[in-house]
């Protein structure tokens, strides 16, 4: 059976969120117009994108790439299911507007992704099993809320100075809640560098709840520095330890094999968290794109 896939592509390699330095001057136009001449078929959001749902369409229009999905900073490990509902909304709204099928739902709750001094062995950890049960408890009604009231699967971002970061948090994660309304968006790069070096086979545990995906490579040496010398994630992402597929050490070619046996149907993201000025944004997307273009092409008889 043929990969049933389109691939997208992250507007991180032009304008990074995180450090919004990175790619700050360049116009979200420049992104639209280099990723769809490049032949991705559809983004995801940035903070430069229109907020207004008919604005939105309206832009993503103009370039003839769709609307893949975007971030949701989830606070449930540290807030109640309620607050969540009444946040989201707007969010929500705007993606079910734009013919999203699923949010990511990245857990920002107790994060430190986004403080830059704090080394990532600080990273926050559910402390018991009744920890653990609650937060999964409470994912699994706000996926509920999500499916119900607009339309949305819960795509949960396992991510490095996160709660939910080393392989043995998403199987933990995978185990507590509900595949009906919770599903796991897998990055292949966040997998490596939270410890997994088999990816392919963490892939293969978990591939039938997977319902988006993220191509992430990683530079290998530079994640064992960043290991070694007790860097924060912002300070990994500003050294290099992300690329493109293609360009660091990951083998695309098994994981490619794990999703077409299992018939996954839906978005392959390319995402690399990069300094433009030191990757290239265009040069860079392209190298993504033709990489894991030549993988689906294999296995759509192309």
Same mark, same amino acid.
Request: hydrophobic share 40%; charged share 20%.
């Given at each position: %059976?043929?990969?049933?896939?389109?691939? !997208?592509?992250?507007?991180?390699?032009?304008?990074?969120?995180?450090?919004?330095?990175?790619? #700050?001057?360049?116009?979200?136009?420049?992104?639209?117009?280099?990723?769809?001449?490049?032949?991705?078929?559809?983004?995801?959001? #940035?903070?430069?994108?229109?907020?207004?749902?008919?604005?939105?369409?309206?832009?993503?229009?103009?370039?003839?790439?769709?609307?893949?999905? *975007?971030?949701?900073? !989830?606070?449930? &490990?540290?807030?109640?299911?309620?607050?969540?509902? /009444?946040?989201?909304? /707007? =969010?929500?709204?705007?993606?079910?507007?734009?013919?999203?099928?699923?949010? +990511?739902? !990245?857990?920002?709750?107790?994060?430190?992704? *986004?403080?830059?001094?704090?080394?990532?062995?600080?990273?926050?950890?559910?402390?018991?099993?009744?920890?653990?049960?609650?937060?999964?408890?409470?994912?699994?009604?706000?996926?509920?809320?999500?499916?119900?009231?607009?339309?949305?699967?819960?795509?949960? =971002?396992?991510?490095? *100075?996160?709660?939910?970061?080393?392989?043995?948090?998403?199987?933990? $994660? %995978?185990?507590?809640?509900?595949?009906?309304? +919770?599903? $796991?968006?897998?990055?292949?790069?966040?997998?490596?560098?939270?410890?997994?070096?088999?990816?392919?086979?963490?892939?293969?545990?978990?591939?039938?709840?997977?319902?988006?995906?993220?191509?992430?490579?990683?530079?290998?040496?530079?994640? &064992?520095?960043?290991?070694?010398?007790?860097?924060?994630?912002?300070?990994?992402? $500003?050294?290099? &330890?992300?690329?493109?597929?293609?360009? *660091?050490?990951?083998?695309?070619?098994?994981? %490619?094999? +794990?999703?077409?046996?299992?018939?996954?149907?839906?978005?392959?993201?390319?995402? &690399?968290?990069?300094?433009?000025?030191?990757?290239?944004?265009?040069?860079? /997307?392209?190298? !993504?794109?033709?990489?894991?273009?030549?993988?689906?092409?294999?296995?759509?008889?192309?």
């Amino acid at each position: %059976m043929a990969l049933n896939v389109r691939i !997208g592509i992250n507007p991180i390699s032009w304008s990074n969120d995180d450090l919004p330095e990175l790619g #700050g001057e360049t116009p979200l136009e420049t992104a639209l117009s280099e990723g769809a001449e490049i032949g991705y078929q559809g983004f995801e959001l #940035g903070n430069k994108f229109p907020r207004e749902p008919a604005a939105l369409k309206a832009k993503l229009a103009e370039f003839k790439v769709a609307c893949v999905s *975007g971030w949701y900073s !989830g606070h449930l &490990a540290v807030s109640d299911l309620a607050t969540e509902i /009444a946040n989201c909304q /707007a =969010h929500m709204d705007k993606l079910a507007f734009n013919g999203c099928r699923v949010v +990511v739902y !990245g857990e920002v709750g107790g994060s430190i992704q *986004g403080q830059i001094q704090t080394p990532l062995f600080k990273r926050p950890r559910f402390l018991t099993s009744r920890d653990w049960q609650a937060y999964a408890d409470r994912l699994n009604q706000f996926g509920q809320h999500l499916k119900k009231t607009y339309g949305l699967t819960l795509a949960y =971002h396992h991510h490095m *100075g996160a709660f939910v970061q080393a392989g043995e948090d998403i199987d933990q $994660l %995978m185990a507590l809640t509900d595949g009906e309304h +919770v599903g $796991l968006l897998f990055d292949t790069g966040h997998a490596w560098f939270g410890g997994v070096e088999d990816v392919a086979g963490l892939l293969q545990k978990h591939i039938h709840r997977v319902v988006h995906f993220h191509c992430k490579d990683v530079r290998k040496s530079v994640i &064992a520095k960043a290991r070694n010398e007790n860097w924060s994630f912002l300070q990994s992402v $500003l050294n290099g &330890a992300f690329t493109v597929p293609g360009d *660091g050490g990951i083998d695309f070619a098994p994981i %490619m094999a +794990v999703l077409n046996q299992a018939n996954y149907q839906g978005w392959l993201v390319v995402e &690399a968290e990069q300094d433009p000025a030191v990757a290239p944004s265009y040069d860079y /997307a392209k190298k !993504g794109y033709n990489t894991i273009r030549s993988l689906v092409d294999h296995y759509q008889g192309r």
